[in-house]
Nanobody, 119 residues
């Protein structure tokens, strides 16, 4: 089973920035990627998603204008640049990917990386 490897989480003060990275252990790329997050006691929510071909993106209203999802073709890596972080952004962030372009779910998931924003 293909594994997605995430990195870049940590502790940051409100207003700060972090960049998360996601790449397949094998180095392959997928048709669709997404970042989800789950805070304690809350349901998992979609933060942003991207199509590898064409690079189209979508953002949740709560992060629009502050977060940017992007890809690096040479490194087969997807990033989530998070700026102007708020305490309510504190959560475990998960990278997800799927090879099929015409579906809504994701078959591959990372292990999650903790993002903690202090006030």
């Amino acid at each position: 089973q293909e594994q997605l490897v995430e990195s870049g989480g940590g502790l940051v003060q409100a207003g700060g920035s972090l960049r998360l990275s996601c790449a397949a252990a094998s180095g392959r790329t997928f048709s669709r990627y997404a970042w989800f997050r789950q805070a304690p006691g809350k349901e998992r929510e979609l933060v942003a998603r991207l199509r590898w071909d064409g690079g189209s993106t979508y953002y949740a209203d709560s992060v629009k204008g502050r977060f940017t999802i992007s890809r690096d073709n040479a490194k087969s890596t997807v990033y989530l640049q998070m700026n102007t972080l708020k305490p309510e952004d504190t959560a475990v962030y998960y990278c997800a990917a799927d090879p099929r372009s015409a579906r809504s779910g994701y078959d591959y998931w990372g292990q999650g990386t903790q993002v903690t924003v202090s006030s």
